[in-house]
């Protein structure tokens, strides 16, 4: 081999000896396996210590960032959302090495652009009318009136507040979609909803403060609503009428709901098996928007009753499976119950009572966490209720038909301690 292509070799240095890492970190790769003649670089670690200045910093900026902001959009609950939403933002993109002056200044200009956003948005929802068209249609069928209250309420609130509720309850939209719509976190998302509805909930108030009667949305399919009108307002209810579609703002505006019987079934699908021939007319997409509704209500503790189908999809909701035939429980059958003790059905039925069914599903295993709080003498279950609820009862006969006054005074009375 020619001189000018020969290298010299550089000795390997002792285990003992003082050479300079990168030297000896190039000498030990020379010995060991030939993957690769590059260094490979250790990802960068932050420590604890980092971690806790950043958090700290971040902890300490937020009273001066929430003032810029107030001064900015001129609403305080508005400038602490943003706040936290700047504080988000610093936490997944701010570079930790920062040193605390232009940590300040990033979370500073990040707060400003955020607000700058915003006003751009409030401003242009003001130039389109949303609100004004939004309102069409909005407010379920009163039993009494037109609906009118739910109207007013929302044309009482700001034009974001109206923006929120509707895309959260109208439109269906999750938390999720809903901050990314308003370029904001899901956390504060959910804080704007929570303030919209609280302010909704007020206006509503202020709306109905000449009429003291408790607001119980029926959730009703095809059928007369008329024997439940009568059932409820006989016990000093205001009655609102909702269609067999999404409840939307009104369950939002209720202090009760009632799910009706119905002449059509629940479909199987809700609890995963096949269709029996026998079935009646189900209707999958009012199922879905009844166990919304009755989701909906558990979470925000609202008193809800469950009429024949009604207690059937509560069952539902809780992993519950049905029978989609039974024999001789159709055509207003006249029998007894027994109920249990320590339950809404005992303190309002008593220990026995005579009822009217009328269908031919029933519930075959009970939903998890649910208890059994009546039954027919061949075993059936006619009650079921929700622990830890102030109430929450199906009932799988017809009240409305006859004999369920002390439980439509039990639904008020309760509707009313809201």
Same mark, same amino acid.
């Given at each position: 081999?020619?001189?000018?292509?020969?290298?010299?070799?550089?000795?390997?240095?002792?285990?003992?000896s003082q050479a300079p890492a990168a030297t000896r970190s190039r000498a030990?790769?020379?010995?060991?396996?030939?993957?690769s003649s590059r260094p490979v670089s250790q990802p960068a670690i932050v420590s604890t210590d980092v971690t806790a200045s950043f958090d700290q910093q971040l902890l300490e900026?937020?009273?001066?960032?929430?003032?810029?902001?107030?001064?900015?959009?001129?609403?305080?609950?508005?400038?602490e959302d943003l706040?936290?939403?700047?504080v988000v933002r610093a936490w997944r993109r701010a570079p930790r090495e920062l040193p605390p002056e232009r940590l300040r200044a990033w979370l500073h200009r990040t707060a400003t652009n955020l607000a700058f956003d915003e006003l751009r948005r409030r401003a242009r929802r003001d130039e389109v009318g949303y609100d004004d068209d939004a309102l069409t249609g909005v407010g379920a069928p009163d039993a009494s009136g037109a609906g009118d209250d739910v109207r007013a309420a929302l044309a009482a609130l700001t034009p974001h507040q109206r923006l929120v509720l509707l895309l959260r309850f109208e439109q269906g939209l999750s938390l999720r979609e809903l901050g990314a719509l308003l370029d904001v976190g899901e956390d504060?998302?959910?804080?704007?909803?929570?303030? /919209?509805? %609280?302010?909704?909930? &007020?206006?509503?108030?202020?709306? =109905?403060?000449h009429d003291t009667r408790p607001t119980i949305l029926l959730l009703m399919g095809r059928e007369d609503p008329t024997a439940y009108t009568e059932w409820l307002e006989a016990a000093g209810a205001r009655v609102r009428i909702q269609g067999p579609d999404k409840v939307g703002l009104d369950l939002a505006g209720a202090d009760a709901l009632v799910l009706s019987g119905s002449t059509t079934d629940v479909h199987p699908r809700t609890y995963g098996e096949r269709l029996d021939p026998r079935s009646v007319d189900p209707d999958l997409t009012r199922d879905l928007c009844d166990l919304a509704a009755l989701r909906m209500a558990l979470r925000d503790d609202i008193p809800v009753v469950g009429v024949c189908r009604g207690s059937q999809l509560l069952s539902v909701l809780f992993g519950g499976k049905l029978s989609q035939h039974v024999e001789r429980h159709a055509g207003n059958? /006249?029998? %007894?119950?027994?109920? &249990?003790?320590?339950?809404?059905? =005992?303190?309002?039925l008593g220990t026995r009572t005579d009822v009217v069914s009328d269908h031919h599903q029933a519930v075959r295993s009970v939903g998890q966490g649910l208890r059994v709080t009546a039954t027919a003498p061949d075993g059936m279950v006619e009650a079921l209720?929700?622990?830890g609820r102030r109430l929450a009862l199906g009932l799988q006969w017809h009240p409305e038909r006859g004999g369920g006054e002390a439980l439509a005074d039990l639904l008020v009375h309760t509707a009313a301690a809201a």
């Amino acid at each position: 081999m020619s001189g000018h292509n020969r290298r010299a070799r550089r000795p390997l240095p002792s285990p003992n000896s003082q050479a300079p890492a990168a030297t000896r970190s190039r000498a030990l790769g020379a010995t060991g396996p030939k993957t690769s003649s590059r260094p490979v670089s250790q990802p960068a670690i932050v420590s604890t210590d980092v971690t806790a200045s950043f958090d700290q910093q971040l902890l300490e900026a937020q009273p001066t960032v929430t003032a810029r902001l107030r001064r900015i959009v001129g609403d305080p609950s508005l400038a602490e959302d943003l706040c936290q939403e700047t504080v988000v933002r610093a936490w997944r993109r701010a570079p930790r090495e920062l040193p605390p002056e232009r940590l300040r200044a990033w979370l500073h200009r990040t707060a400003t652009n955020l607000a700058f956003d915003e006003l751009r948005r409030r401003a242009r929802r003001d130039e389109v009318g949303y609100d004004d068209d939004a309102l069409t249609g909005v407010g379920a069928p009163d039993a009494s009136g037109a609906g009118d209250d739910v109207r007013a309420a929302l044309a009482a609130l700001t034009p974001h507040q109206r923006l929120v509720l509707l895309l959260r309850f109208e439109q269906g939209l999750s938390l999720r979609e809903l901050g990314a719509l308003l370029d904001v976190g899901e956390d504060a998302a959910r804080k704007r909803v929570a303030r /919209a509805r %609280e302010a909704f909930a &007020a206006a509503l108030d202020d709306v =109905r403060a000449h009429d003291t009667r408790p607001t119980i949305l029926l959730l009703m399919g095809r059928e007369d609503p008329t024997a439940y009108t009568e059932w409820l307002e006989a016990a000093g209810a205001r009655v609102r009428i909702q269609g067999p579609d999404k409840v939307g703002l009104d369950l939002a505006g209720a202090d009760a709901l009632v799910l009706s019987g119905s002449t059509t079934d629940v479909h199987p699908r809700t609890y995963g098996e096949r269709l029996d021939p026998r079935s009646v007319d189900p209707d999958l997409t009012r199922d879905l928007c009844d166990l919304a509704a009755l989701r909906m209500a558990l979470r925000d503790d609202i008193p809800v009753v469950g009429v024949c189908r009604g207690s059937q999809l509560l069952s539902v909701l809780f992993g519950g499976k049905l029978s989609q035939h039974v024999e001789r429980h159709a055509g207003n059958h /006249a029998h %007894e119950v027994a109920t &249990a003790g320590e339950s809404a059905a =005992r303190r309002a039925l008593g220990t026995r009572t005579d009822v009217v069914s009328d269908h031919h599903q029933a519930v075959r295993s009970v939903g998890q966490g649910l208890r059994v709080t009546a039954t027919a003498p061949d075993g059936m279950v006619e009650a079921l209720e929700v622990p830890g609820r102030r109430l929450a009862l199906g009932l799988q006969w017809h009240p409305e038909r006859g004999g369920g006054e002390a439980l439509a005074d039990l639904l008020v009375h309760t509707a009313a301690a809201a």
